[in-house]
């Protein structure tokens, strides 16, 4: 699948393992590089999407689960962060529908 925002070319497995698999390697899954943003759509290398590890993304999201506890709301749950953290990215563009 191609991102039209930016040009990353990737797929499924390969945004899976960037977002939660913090241990795999581009190399593990046959790849010389995680897929990045085409240069023609975004010149600026320095502008790239940087991997984040999963247990860093969960140490953030503690600081918000405890304003959510006082405020008497439902934590942040580990399958909501994965969620966010791929829709934002290009697999954004393989869950939305042709007219979205």
Avoid at 1 to 18: L, V
Avoid at 30 to 40: D, Q, T
Avoid at 41 to 52: D, I, V
């Amino acid at each position: 699948m191609r991102d039209s925002n930016y040009g990353i070319m990737t797929n499924s497995k390969a945004e899976w393992a960037f977002v939660v698999e913090s241990e795999k390697t581009p190399e593990d899954l046959g790849l010389s590089r995680w897929p990045a943003e085409s240069e023609e759509k975004l010149p600026n290398r320095s502008h790239c999407r940087a991997r984040t590890p999963f247990a860093e993304l969960m140490e953030r999201a503690a600081k918000y689960n405890e304003q959510l506890k006082e405020a008497n709301q439902p934590p942040l749950v580990e399958e909501e962060l994965i969620a966010g953290n791929l829709y934002t990215g290009p697999v954004r563009a393989a869950l939305q529908p042709p007219f979205a």
